[in-house]
């Protein structure tokens, strides 16, 4: 039952949940807003059996692209480099990259 909540709450956000052919995988589609509800979802529900996802997620935010950077930026008035970082886990050369573009210095 605690997984059909889970799930319930992932599809609620908008994003496409389903299963990878007849096997026990499942495919996510979302985009960066809604990985971060789903993972506050989880931090929040203090359920030790959705742990695995929060972290998962958390992982994949390390392969964000640069486009994907710049449009996390964009959305944000008045980003600093430590904001960026915090929000999206970069390193701190690609948020100074970013935000050197956002502001004209490339």
């Known amino acids: 039952m605690k997984a059909y909540a889970l799930k ?3 599809r609620q956000q908008g994003c496409e949940l389903h299963r990878i052919g007849r096997s026990r995988n499942w495919q996510l589609k979302a985009n960066f807003e809604q990985i971060q509800a789903i993972i506050a979802f989880v931090d929040l529900s203090n359920e ?3 742990l ?3 972290k998962l997620l958390r992982n994949e935010y390390k392969h964000l692209t640069h486009d994907e ?3 996390i ?3 944000l008035e008045d980003i600093t480099i430590n904001a960026l970082i915090a929000r999206s886990d970069c390193t701190i050369a690609q948020a100074r990259t970013i935000i050197d573009e956002l502001e004209g210095l490339d």
Do not use: E, G, R, Y
Request: no cysteine; glycine share 0%; hydrophobic share 60%.
């Open 8 to 10: 319930a709450h992932i």
């Open 48 to 50: 030790p059996s959705w």
């Open 52 to 54: 695995w996802l929060a």
């Open 69 to 71: 950077l710049l449009k």
């Open 73 to 75: 930026a964009s959305k």
